[in-house]
Every structure is written in C-alpha cells, then in structure tokens.
T-cell receptor
Framework: DAGVTQSPTHLIKTRGQQVTLRCSPKSGHDTVSWYQQALGQGPQFIFQYYEEEERQRGNFPDRFSGHQFPNYSSELNVNALLLGDSALYLC?????????????FGPGTRLTVL | AQSVSQHNHHVILSEAASLELGCNYSYGGTVNLFWYVQYPGQHLQLLLKYFSGDPLVKGIKGFEAEFIKSKFSFNLRKPSVQWSDTAEYFCAVNAGNYGQNFVFGPGTRLSVLP
C-alpha cells in the first residue's frame, strides 16, 4: 500500500519564476492538504482540496494556488516566487476532511529560490 | 486565531532517561490533538492522537500523552528514551467539530545520547 508520494524531491528556481509541485495521496484517500515548512519551524497550512475544490485556506497569498484531479492527486502552484518561498512543501492526505480524520504526510519537496 | 506553543526548542537526554515534552494551545472550544514525529531524513509520522474520552492516550513506540483541558496542555511522555528516538517532535491542534485546520507548534528537537 503506497503512502503519500510527492515530486520532485528537490527544486531550484529563481525569483519571479513559477513552480508546480505534485502529490499523490495514500491509496483510498480523497482529501489533500498542503503545508509549507520553513527551516526550523512547524508546518503551516496552505490549503486543502476535496472533491476537486479548495475547501479551506490558510493565511497565504493568491500566488499560491492548487488543483485536485479526479484521481485525487493534487498540484500546488506558486507564481512570482520570492526568496521567502524557500521551504519544504508537504502534502498530506486523509480519508475525509472531518476534524478527527488523521492526515498522513509525504516526504516533501524541498524548494530553493535563488 | 489559534496557536500552539512547545516549551523547549532542543532537549538533550541520555538513553534510559525519562522524557516529557510540553505543548500548550490557545483555543477555548473543542480540540483534536496530535503529536507527530519526524525522524532524520524521514517524513512526518503520527505518534498519537486525542479526540475524546480517556485524557491519557497511548501511541506507538511507548509514547503517551495527557490532555489537561484546564491547562490547555497536551504533553508528550516516554518513561525511557532510546537513541532511536532522536527526532523532531511536533504538537498539532485541529480546532472545532468540522473540517481540518491543523495548526502545528514550532517543534522540539530531541537528541538522545548513547
């Protein structure tokens, strides 16, 4: 049973560029959440997708957008990259988006913005 | 807005020592509480969770946590740590009865000396 997978593992971009990160949820899971984890900090919630729609959003600008596909996989897009966007981006999946549903995390994509 | 604090940034213990990591949250309503662990080079894994019922919950690898509602706390404990417990530990809170809005603490780095 495959867990949450993310691609790519590492990515280097320059300021102003755009980036797309990908996530495949754990088998059977229908809800995907994205987090940003800056060095030395805990993950911060970006947004959550369920039934191909954004259901909840954290305190992130519109430069951060996403998509969920019919197979429940998801993409995170970041436009006009800033140096401060350098972080580990984590994807988490769950079966349902209830408050007691456990989220399972992927290994993350390390984004470096130069 | 809800927030989560963790008392210690870095804890250093010798093997067989007892462990207690503090976690406090700010939210007056219903909360669901989690402890996640991130071993070096690995992804976040769920250690244990509390939704309701017995405030003392047991997780994997001999960890337990106690929910004290009056203190808004959810401290993690282990009677005897091993070198393999060296990792980053994150407390997370999902507030409310609906949806998922995880707020993570900043993490506590645990180093266990052999």
């Amino acid at each position: 049973d495959a867990g949450v997978t993310q691609s790519p593992t590492h990515l280097i971009k320059t300021r102003g560029q755009q980036v797309t990160l990908r996530c495949s949820p754990k088998s059977g899971h229908d809800t995907v959440s994205w987090y940003q984890q800056a060095l030395g900090q805990g993950p911060q919630f970006i947004f959550q997708y369920y039934e191909e729609e954004e259901r909840q959003r954290g305190n992130f600008p519109d430069r951060f957008s996403g998509h969920q596909f019919p197979n429940y996989s998801s993409e995170l897009n970041v436009n006009a990259l800033l140096l401060g966007d350098s972080a580990l981006y984590l994807c988490a999946s769950s079966l349902g988006r209830g408050s007691t549903d456990t989220q399972y995390f992927g290994p993350g994509t390390r984004l470096t913005v130069l | 807005a809800q927030s989560v604090s963790q008392h210690n940034h870095h804890v250093i213990l010798s093997e067989a020592a007892s462990l207690e990591l503090g976690c406090n949250y700010s939210y007056g309503g219903t909360v669901n509480l989690f402890w996640y662990v991130q071993y070096p080079g690995q992804h976040l894994q769920l250690l244990l969770k509390y939704f309701s019922g017995d405030p003392l919950v047991k997780g994997i690898k001999g960890f337990e946590a106690e929910f004290i509602k009056s203190k808004f706390s959810f401290n993690l404990r282990k009677p005897s740590v091993q070198w393999s417990d060296t990792a980053e530990y994150f407390c997370a809170v999902n507030a409310g009865n609906y949806g998922q809005n995880f707020v993570f603490g900043p993490g506590t780095r645990l180093s266990v000396l052999p």
